[in-house]
């Protein structure tokens, strides 16, 4: 054991040498006009976001709007990882510990209990408001989802894992996460049936136009990117929590799916 | 190795990407020398938080904000009355790059969804040999005792 010390040790040494010695050709710190921070990517994205989309926060429009394609699949990437997590644990279950007592409510403390019901409705509002407020400051989906997920984390350490699987059943946490997915392409395939003859793109919100009630297209897509945020509110949330609880229980929650 | 590497105006010019390689090694050196899977795990995190520090630190702008658009620019493009085509009056040079925030964002929340899976991983390792420690478990693997029952069985 001694020796890998070692040996990782020396490997680390060397690795970190080299990537100093290569952090010498880098630009400097805050340099504007750095090879990334000059690109005509980012530049175009910066001049026209709020032409396209009407929001002026430019990561969400990059997010959802030019790069929906790969957030999408960002958001099934956590889906799967929350799906193979109860394929992992999920099938461990036996007879005698289905009833394991991690399930029942904890010795009901009330200065814990009392903070907890506190403060779950106030996260759970200010992750709505994170979700919805996405367009004009910090915040969009990702943040929103885990602040609501972390929502029910707090109710499960609170007062126990049984009284916050009440609230949000694990039966559902894996389906409600699929659900969020489902909005997401739903909105993106919706695209591809309006629009002139042959149809848009998928997730070329523009087309919407002909189904919102607003004039331009580009006010479409800024509805349009509201709408793939709660796709992906939905999906965070649930697996942030159906994560939570295949592991706190051991895979032993009564019937995961 | 050029000494320049280690002159102070160059340090202190290039300090996000001192503070990125430590960081980043700290989570190596975790990986490779820990027994633990559990100290492994969380050496995998601190090198992930690096190379987040790694995307931000070189998306900053001198004397930039951050990169939503500000809300009188919008006021007064809002108010011309102007044709298809024109653009707010925007400098890029005045806002921080959006594309490394947005590809960190993202990276987040499937770094800690991946960290949930090889948690669970280790969950099930631990019932399969009753321990986490790498030694343990290869010494389980190549001479199993015979009176244990698979914890799975």
Redesign the interface.
């Known amino acids: 054991?001694q020796s890998?010390?070692i040996?990782?040790?020396l490997?680390?040494?060397v690795?970190?040498?080299l990537?100093?010695?290569a952090?010498?050709d880098?630009?400097?710190?805050?340099?504007?006009l750095?090879p990334?921070?000059?690109?005509q990517?980012?530049?175009y994205?910066?001049?026209?976001?709020?032409?396209d989309a009407k929001t002026?926060?430019?990561?969400t429009v990059?997010?959802g709007d030019y790069?929906a394609f790969?957030?999408m699949f960002?958001t099934v990437?956590?889906l799967t990882?929350?799906l193979?997590?109860f394929a992992?644990?999920g099938w461990?279950q036996r007879e005698d510990i289905k009833d394991a007592a991690v399930l029942k409510a904890v010795e009901e403390n009330p200065i814990i209990g009392v903070t907890c019901r506190l403060l779950v409705p106030v996260i759970q509002v200010f992750a709505l408001y994170v979700l919805a407020h996405g367009h004009?400051?910090?915040g969009?989906g990702?943040?929103g989802?885990?602040m609501f997920g972390a929502s029910f984390i707090i109710l499960a350490l609170g007062t126990g894992l049984g009284s916050a699987l009440k609230r949000f059943r694990d039966t559902r946490a894996l389906v409600v996460g699929a659900i969020g997915v489902l909005v997401y392409a739903g909105i993106g395939f919706l695209p591809m049936f309006l629009g002139d003859d042959p149809g848009r793109n998928f997730l070329d919100y523009g087309a919407l136009k002909e189904i919102l009630p607003v004039e331009k297209e580009s006010m479409a897509r800024s509805h349009a990117i509201l709408g793939i945020e709660t796709g992906v509110f939905i999906t965070?949330s649930a697996?942030?929590f159906a994560?939570y609880f295949?592991?706190a229980s051991?895979?032993r929650t009564k019937d995961s799916l | 190795?050029?000494p320049?590497?280690f002159q102070l105006a160059?340090i202190s010019?290039?300090?996000?990407?001192?503070i990125y390689?430590?960081l980043?090694?700290i989570g190596?050196?975790a990986m490779?020398?820990k027994?633990n899977l559990i100290k492994k795990l969380i050496g995998m995190t601190i090198f992930q938080t690096a190379i987040i520090l790694f995307y931000v630190?070189?998306?900053?702008?001198?004397?930039?904000t951050?990169?939503?658009?500000e809300?009188e620019t919008?006021k007064e493009?809002n108010s011309q009355k102007t044709g298809y085509g024109?653009?707010?009056d925007?400098e890029?040079?005045d806002?921080d790059?959006?594309?490394?925030?947005?590809l960190m964002?993202?990276a987040?929340?499937?770094g800690?969804?991946?960290l949930?899976?090889a948690?669970?991983?280790a969950?099930?390792v631990f019932?399969q040999f009753g321990s986490l420690e790498e030694?343990e478990i290869l010494e389980e693997l190549t001479h199993p005792k015979p009176a244990k029952e698979p914890a799975?069985g």
């Open positions: 054991m890998m010390k040996i990782g040790g490997a680390v040494i690795t970190g040498a990537l100093l010695r952090s010498h880098f630009p400097d710190w805050g340099d504007p750095s990334a921070n000059d690109s990517t980012s530049n994205f910066l001049e026209n976001a709020y032409v002026p926060n430019v990561v990059v997010l790069r790969d957030t960002e990437v956590i990882a929350g193979a997590i992992v644990l461990t004009y400051s910090p969009g990702f943040q989802g885990v965070v697996v942030m994560v295949l592991l051991h895979g | 190795m050029s320049a590497v160059s010019a290039k300090f996000n990407y001192w390689i430590i980043m090694m190596l050196f490779i020398a027994n630190s070189i998306g900053v702008k001198e004397g930039a951050i990169p939503i658009i809300y919008l493009y024109a653009k707010p925007i890029p040079q806002y790059n959006p594309l490394p925030h947005v964002l993202t987040i929340v499937v800690v969804s991946t949930g899976l948690l669970a991983i969950q099930r019932d030694d799975n």
